[in-house]
């Protein structure tokens, strides 16, 4: 099938190689010079593991293309795909909506035939309907329908994710779009894959309801550990002892510094708005919007603490800058509280992460980036783990000890032992863990 694809950005380009891989002709477009120019050159703007081959194999292959102006590709699609950003809108945090709206007008006087127009961007309930407004009202005569398909991709593993999802989730009551959707994820069927079709507005829901309720379980770890710390208990072990129950499943509890990325504060957040405009408010995610945010400010504090509470001539090393492991997104990462929050306490900060510093560089002032983790280190009053990524998983620790100038280690991931790292001469901080 021919798919035009709206926007290169993780959701856009990911989705593009992936519908590419499937054995459909994709043109990925994008307003930004830079970035289309990057991908034609082979280079991709965003790390995803994978993801430089996939895009590559399929260019080769003549399925996947790159290009400014989309009417050439609109005109041609069965299916065209808004994948534009939506972050939240500042002062109200509302998603912001004028991309997408913007690409609906472009849309409009370009398609030809029947076309299935399809929202990927994360998008709040009702915007299917007004996205087929402005269609409609630019082009009475046009022949088309509008779906929803909301994207459930982990950063890091996205490819996987794509083409193994546990779920397809599409919007529509549209007989013609339903048979579209299928054809094009068709492949799936060897995983035998379901495909749930709902209604447009209840399919816009479940993309948020799904983030809405993975921050809640991330916070409620994250305060069970407060509470484990307070009587003595180990918080990995209650998360087993519950994770083990097949209601609750293990996913999304390791306890640690809050939440953070492309969707979950942003997500979040919406669904909140969303919510009390609608006159039906979500106070449990109210409330974890607001227990995540003071738990990534109250990070600084447990280092401080771990360092005797003057960190006034002081240096501290920070390990991992992203809001995880496998990715360069910043984006609402723990990091952007502790850092800031450390230098005003009079520390000087110096860190390193393995993919994400050009775009720390560009956030965080007054950090000292240095090439790897032991030079992060070296000289360092105090070491902070804040992302898990596996390099840092098996450090040479004899040889961390040695580069420090005190053996002080809080580790925001509960990577290390607490035993092992007392045995080793540590003074060792976890979460959740005496």
Request: with cysteine; aromatic share 6%; glycine share 10%.
């Amino acid at each position: 099938m021919r798919v035009a694809m709206i926007g290169t950005g993780y959701v856009g380009l990911v989705s593009g190689a992936c519908f590419a891989d499937f054995g459909h002709e994709v043109v990925c477009v994008d307003k930004d010079p830079s970035k289309i120019g990057r991908l034609e050159r082979g280079e991709i703007p965003i790390f995803e593991p994978g993801l430089d081959d996939l895009v590559e194999a399929n260019v080769r292959g003549g399925r996947l293309s790159f290009a400014l102006d989309g009417a050439a590709a609109i005109c041609a699609a069965d299916a065209v795909f808004i994948a534009v950003g939506t972050p939240s809108r500042r002062g109200d945090g509302h998603a912001d909506l004028s991309y997408v709206y913007a690409a609906a007008e472009e849309i409009a006087g370009l398609i030809e035939g029947f076309t299935v127009v399809v929202t990927k961007s994360t998008v709040p309930v009702g915007t299917g309907d007004e996205i087929e407004r402005i269609i409609r009202e630019r082009r009475p005569d046009a022949d088309f329908a509008v779906v929803s398909n909301p994207e459930f991709l982990r950063e890091g593993a996205a490819i996987e994710d794509f083409k193994r999802p546990d779920r397809v989730v599409v919007g529509t009551d549209d007989e013609r779009a339903q048979a579209v959707m299928r054809e094009l994820y068709r492949p799936l069927n060897l995983n035998e894959t379901p495909i749930l079709f709902t209604g447009r507005r209840t399919s816009e829901l479940i993309k948020y309801a799904a983030n809405a309720f993975l921050a809640m379980k991330i916070t409620f770890i994250n305060e069970m550990a407060d509470l484990c710390e307070a009587v003595g208990a180990d918080v990995q072990q209650v998360a087993r002892g519950i994770g083990l129950d097949k209601r609750i499943g293990a996913k999304f509890l390791h306890a640690g510094p809050g939440y953070g990325g492309s969707c979950f504060p942003k997500d979040t957040l919406a669904l909140v708005r969303t919510a009390i405009d609608a006159g039906a408010p979500v106070r449990l995610i109210e409330t974890t919007v607001q227990i995540n945010d003071a738990r990534k400010k109250a990070m600084a504090g447990r280092v401080a603490a771990a360092m005797g509470g003057d960190l006034k001539g002081k240096t501290v090393a920070l390990l991992g800058l992203t809001f995880k492991p496998n990715t360069d997104d910043m984006r609402d990462a723990p990091s952007l509280d502790v850092a800031p929050a450390l230098i005003a306490m009079g520390a000087t900060v110096q860190a390193f992460d393995p993919e994400g510093m050009h775009e720390a560089a560009r956030l965080l002032d007054g950090v000292v980036f240095k090439e790897g983790p032991y030079e992060a280190v070296e000289g360092a009053h105090a070491v902070v783990i804040l992302t898990e990524w596996d390099q840092f998983r098996a450090l040479d620790l004899d040889r961390v000890r040695l580069l420090l100038r005190e053996p002080v280690m809080v580790d925001l991931r509960n990577i290390y032992r607490p035993e092992d790292m007392r045995a080793r001469g540590f003074r060792y901080a976890s979460i959740g863990r005496a």
